[in-house]
């Protein structure tokens, strides 16, 4: 399709002037409007107003500028069609090949947290019909919504010879509709931020490529990671790129970081799992008691600080192998310390918002979305059910593991001592595994004595006596868990006769 | 607002009459054309045409009719504005209080496999700008977009006397902006998956709502479940609601059951990983097989036959309790045999379209896509590195085992003898717990034997000789793993020592 007649209306002015250059050497009659009109007028070159070429005033404080069937029949006429052709010549109307638009800014004023009334303000409605209208008439019409895209037009019309081909035109039309698509899933996500309705009866999620990965969970899977934000939350200051896994352990690794007191806690992820955590006011020890947890798993592992790095920790992370640090900054002494190593990624999680209370699996045509585990405990969620009750120091290092718990694929049994873990069964079909696991894991790596006070969490019921049986075996003194069990009674009845504590929790915390 | 005057366009006319009946009763002037138009003169009601009203005529077959300002102005007002009340007075523009607009049917279309050109006239332009500008408006102007929601626009009229709230007007807003957005997104997708461009700059996923669950992933969390195909493509057909774990293991076993040979295979679901799996032809055995490698953990399972289940199968089935099963189809006895239990979920996956290759994580404000792992395996992918050779019966059990061990969470072993497994260790930080793991299970169940020939399959390459060797040490004759150790020469020498097989993949299988 040989380009005649362009309509250009653009809020981002950018990378304009190349393209009109050769729109004006192909002879390209151009009409446009408001600043671009003004826009083009300035550097230069030729141009009809739109209310000139459709005979109708632009109204509404520009509201209502291109909506007319002038412009309309002018786009959406098949070429091709007799009478499509007849209907034009009769109604003075002329055919428009070239449609390049961009919108209102909505989601950049939105993200600018301006006031309701803006932000409406910024839903562009002329813009998106005149794209989708020659988007669905890409047989006949070409139409760019992006400055980005201008180079590959401009290309293109140089090599032939100001006409573009039909592959061209699709290729346009389908990424027009992405455009045009996003654009209203952002609208329609804040307008059901607004109502807080969010399981509604159709639902659109939408990203931006933030990054396409080298590959994906393996090397023979592609793989890309998104932003809901329209910008990268993590901000990566030193080392190699990351890889899919290295943001899915990052995720594990933050989303635990965040659950625990401020400026104390150190969270070692290896395939997903945490395999040692800990929270100490001394950063140092918090560091130590994390990583002594399970040394050998640790290794190359992710570990996120919540708080920010001194020389100390730094000094301590030079002994070890990992591929990922997070922190909440870093002292300058410290950053300078950690990017010896050249390849280490190191991120710097000190802006990252992460009140987004929503996960969903998208998978077989199917998506599931839930809220996420984020509920935040008190005593007041648990019942001291054991005759033995116990002290502060006890209840709180169970709710410690007990939070710990529920980032652990289930089923999960997580044991500790003095705030920090020191075993963890992770992802058993049954209990009593996860329950033999977690404690082969505290023997293999701790000396456990008497007065360690150690204590159990499992995220959810035990179904018999066996598992907490074999806790109590190892020297287990405390234990948390969510009741449910038909053998609850069996179960308080056991921890009576071996004096150990039982709390029951409100709440069950599967993780899959 | 008072509602005066209101544009019907509607290609869905479903429900209409009760509507058209209140707003006769309060003298809404009504505009229409088209089958809209036709079927409103139809049932007996005043309308005039959208061409009478524009003073323009319908041209291009229809493709543009409404895209004129006396529309858009009538939409786009501001009613509390001097300026605007004088220029549509100016112009003789009238305003419109009411758009009734459904789309044409593109996703129905697309769904139904129509011809490129079909599908694409089926996109609609003018009901999308117009729907968008007065969702845009909501502060005047309200928008329906769908025949649901008719019902609670007749109360709400009754209810106010011809007027809508402001709140009421924002919520259809709200539904009006999720429609055009679900309404690009589904086109998007189709033009992506024309040009074969899965990794776009910008992203849209959308999905329908198929049931809101009970609760996600426990209580404390809201759930519910979408399709990105406008329907449910899994058929439950007996028993309790799904719930969101339910769903979660179903996906875990279909995947599997897809990726073994067709009618032969068995699979059983916990915690989203398999605790047991079988490929035989007779249908009794593969179930018995996969039943036998953790009898235990089986209980309320989630299992899948990748068959028609028979008598047979369905009185094994009796026995014991499980949660959900699913089958390709029930012979008649059969399924009588397994609706006696009442609450038992039957799920038929038949008609289970699974041909989709991506999956995606969101979470954080980030969205993870990535292609699916669903690589098929020929015996090329693999090299012999041991002296030893497997006979074909030992290397086929091998594949069939590595094939298992990518759908199991990561770090996955899984032990294997006569295409059944005996032993699964997942989700472990380090490879040598997982391959205790697996032996342990193995040992708890089976009484192994020389002649078994059991084989080990690992999901990643084992960073040291001690993985190996546990499982040397334990009776496994041959080992399939992912090559790519700085030790593998080493453990390449510990298999000839031992007269052990080992085998080396070209692919790595994590899974998180």
């Known amino acids: 399709m040989k380009i005649k007649r362009a309509l250009i209306s ?88 070239l449609i390049v638009v961009n919108f209102y800014p909505f989601e950049e004023v939105l993200n600018k947290k301006n006031v309701h009334s803006k932000i409406i303000e ?57 455009e045009t698509g996003y654009y209203d899933s952002v609208i329609s996500n804040y307008f059901n931020k607004l109502s807080k309705n969010q399981f509604t009866e159709k639902k659109i999620f939408h990203g931006n490529l933030i990054e396409n990965f080298r590959y994906g969970e393996n090397p023979h899977q592609k793989g890309a990671i998104y932003s809901t934000n329209s910008k990268a939350d993590i901000i990566q200051i ?36 945490p395999c040692g955590v800990s929270i100490n006011k001394n950063k140092l020890t918090s560091f130590k008691e994390a990583f002594s947890c399970d040394p050998i798993s640790a290794f190359g592992g992710v570990i996120s600080f919540n708080f920010k790095i001194n020389k100390k920790v730094a000094l301590e992370l030079k002994k070890i192998f990992i591929e990922v640090v997070i922190a909440k900054g870093f002292e300058k002494s410290a950053l300078k310390i950690l990017k010896n190593r050249k390849k280490l ?58 939070n710990i718990c529920r980032f652990v694929k289930s089923n999960a049994i997580v044991l500790a001592k003095g705030n920090s873990i020191i075993g963890i069964g992770s992802g058993q079909p049954s209990r009593i595994d996860s329950c033999k696991i977690a404690i082969d894991k505290m023997k293999q790596f701790q000396n456990v004595k008497y007065e360690d006070e150690i204590v159990a969490a499992s995220d959810a019921f035990f179904p018999f006596v066996d598992g907490i049986e074999t806790l109590v075996q190892s020297g287990v003194r405390a234990i948390i868990q969510p009741s449910g069990s038909i053998r609850d009674k069996e179960i308080i009845k056991f921890a009576n006769e071996t004096g150990t504590i039982l709390v029951f929790s409100k709440t069950r915390h599967f993780k899959h």
């Open 238 to 273: 030193n080392g190699k790129k990351l890889s899919y896994n290295n943001y899915n352990d990052i995720f594990s690794a933050i989303a635990i970081s965040n659950s625990l007191p401020k400026n104390k806690g150190t969270v070692i992820i290896k395939h997903a799992n």
């Open 10 to 97: 653009v809020y981002d002015k950018k990378n304009i002037k190349p393209l009109l250059n050769i729109l004006s050497k192909l002879k390209v009659d151009l009409i446009s409007s408001g600043g671009t009109y003004k826009k083009i007028k300035k550097l230069g070159f030729k141009c009809q107003e739109v209310s000139d070429f459709t005979n109708s005033p632009e109204i509404l404080e520009g509201r209502v500028k291109t909506l007319h069937p002038k412009i309309y029949g002018g786009i959406l006429s098949k070429r091709n069609n007799k009478l499509h052709k007849k209907e034009l010549k009769k109604n003075k109307f002329k055919e428009i090949d």
């Open 345 to 402: 990624r190191i991120i710097d999680s000190k802006n990252l918002n992460s009140d987004k209370n929503l996960n969903a699996k998208y998978n077989l045509n199917s998506i599931m979305l839930q809220e996420s585990d984020t509920k935040m405990f008190s005593k007041n969620n648990f019942h001291i059910v054991s005759k033995k009750k116990p002290n502060n120091k006890i209840f709180n290092n169970l709710i410690f593991a007990f």
């Open 122 to 178: 910024n839903i562009d409605v002329g813009g998106p019909s005149m794209v989708r209208a020659a988007a669905k008439n890409y047989n006949f019409v070409t139409v760019v919504t992006n400055p980005n895209q201008y180079s590959r037009l401009i290309e293109e019309l140089k090599k032939n010879n100001g006409k573009t081909t039909l592959n061209f035109r699709q290729l346009l039309s389908s990424e027009a509709f992405l």
